[in-house]
Structure formats: structure tokens, C-alpha cells
T-cell receptor, first 113, second 113 residues
Framework: AQSVSQHNHHVILSEAASLELGCNYS??????LFWYVQYPGQHLQLLLK??????LVKGIKGFEAEFIKSKFSFNLRKPSVQWSDTAEYFC???????????FGTGTRLQVFP | EAGVAQSPRYKIIEKRQSVAFWCNPI?????LYWYQQILGQGPKLLIQ????????DSQLPKDRFSAERLKGVDSTLKIQPAKLEDSAVYLC???????????FGQGTRLTVV
């Protein structure tokens, strides 16, 4: 079945460590790609999005993501995490010829001081 | 700009009872989504409206779930009768355009006992 996969279910890091969260999708054609974040007790918020153009996308709070079409991937990165980055991160895709926003299973990130 | 409003925030019901959730999207947003998020999983799309018309309800369990969007603005999601497996957070989101960034409400946490 076509889907969005996030392989890291739970990531634990120390402050200042680098972060990379994987996201792969299985849809061919042109897709819209998103990363959402859910901080404890808060609603889902958009971190960044990719529709077209430069495949390296910069988002809020120092996050960035790279779209690699040949690998069907849209990995999220941050060079140096902070304790305040502790949250759940969701990759989401709008497949071709639809406008359904499909989410991955999420990655729980814990950052320790 | 006011965000997506949802009520109630929490609801506990017994199995076989009915329950309704309400969502008020951001003003002017034509697209409205309802998602179900079970603990430890990513949000699962239940139904998508464009104005007051249904765009997709392929994952809505229609024997017990129903949704409507009155006059293309507010929306209600109903479960009747509820089952234990319906325990989840129900998220409402809205978007200005089909395929664009979605803005989420705080969600309604439903516990069925």
C-alpha cells in the first residue's frame, strides 16, 4: 500500500547533538511534502514544507529538510538540538492528483540537557 | 489570526453511547479535515471537506461515524455508537486551498470506557 514511513520511532539525544529524522514515501509523481511538530500539550504546527524549487528547504527554529526525488525521501535535519526541541515530529505528504494530507507514524524526540 | 477551535477538549463516555465534536476552522479556509490520532500513531484522515462538500471520506467508518459541515464553515463529527477502539484524539484542521498548509486545532481527547 502507498504510504509515508518514518523509521525512527524514538530518538534520544543530548543538547548540541545533530539530528536527522528519516521520512520516505511511496508515491510516484509530484508530491507536496511537510514536516509538522507537536510539542507536549500543544497542537500540531508546521515546521516546513516543500512544493517545488530548491530541494533544500529551511523552516522555523533552525530546522531544514532535503527532498531527494530519486530516493523518495524528505529527511529533517538540525545541526544542534536544544532541550526545547523535545516533541513529536510528523512527516506528511500530499500524493499526486489528490489533496489528501497523509501522515507518517511520527518520531518522538527527547533531548536531554 | 484566530486558530482552529475545537470543543470539547476532553470527553469520557461509555461504549455504545454517542458523542459529537465541534470544529470552527480559520475564517476563509475552504478546506476542512478531520483526523483520528490513536496513541503512538500518526493522524489518520477520516474525512475532508471542500466548502460544504465531501472531497474524501474513504477512511470514515460510515456505520458509526458521520460528519457534516454547515454552510461551509463549522463542522461536527459524530460517533454513534462508540466502541472502545474509538478512544483517540480527534483533530480538526483547515487550509485555505486544497493541497496547501493545514492548520490544526488542539484536538478532542475521547476516552471510551
Amino acid at each position: 500500500a502507498q504510504s509515508v514511513s518514518q523509521h525512527n520511532h524514538h530518538v534520544i539525544l543530548s543538547e548540541a547533538a545533530s539530528l536527522e529524522l528519516g521520512c520516505n514515501y511511496s508515491y510516484g509523481g509530484t508530491v507536496n511534502l511537510f514536516w509538522y511538530v507537536q510539542y507536549p500539550g500543544q497542537h500540531l504546527q508546521l515546521l516546513l514544507k516543500y512544493f517545488s524549487g530548491d530541494p533544500l528547504v529551511k523552516g522555523i527554529k533552525g530546522f531544514e529538510a532535503e527532498f531527494i526525488k530519486s530516493k523518495f525521501s524528505f529527511n529533517l535535519r538540525k545541526p544542534s538540538v536544544q532541550w526545547s526541541d523535545t516533541a513529536e515530529y510528523f512527516c506528511a505528504v500530499i500524493p499526486p492528483n489528490t489533496d489528501k494530507l497523509i501522515f507518517g507514524t511520527g518520531t518522538r524526540l527527547q533531548v536531554f540537557p | 489570526e484566530a486558530g482552529v477551535a475545537q470543543s470539547p477538549r476532553y470527553k469520557i463516555i461509555e461504549k455504545r453511547q454517542s458523542v459529537a465534536f465541534w470544529c470552527n476552522p480559520i475564517s476563509g479556509h475552504a478546506t476542512l479535515y478531520w483526523y483520528q490520532q490513536i496513541l503512538g500513531q500518526g493522524p489518520k484522515l477520516l474525512i475532508q471537506f471542500q466548502n460544504n462538500g465531501v472531497v474524501d471520506d474513504s477512511q470514515l467508518p460510515k456505520d458509526r461515524f458521520s460528519a457534516e459541515r454547515l454552510k461551509g464553515v463549522d463542522s461536527t463529527l459524530k460517533i454513534q455508537p462508540a466502541k472502545l477502539e474509538d478512544s483517540a484524539v480527534y483533530l480538526c484542521a483547515s487550509s485555505t486551498t486544497r493541497g496547501g498548509e493545514a492548520f490544526f486545532g488542539q484536538g478532542t481527547r475521547l476516552t471510551v470506557v
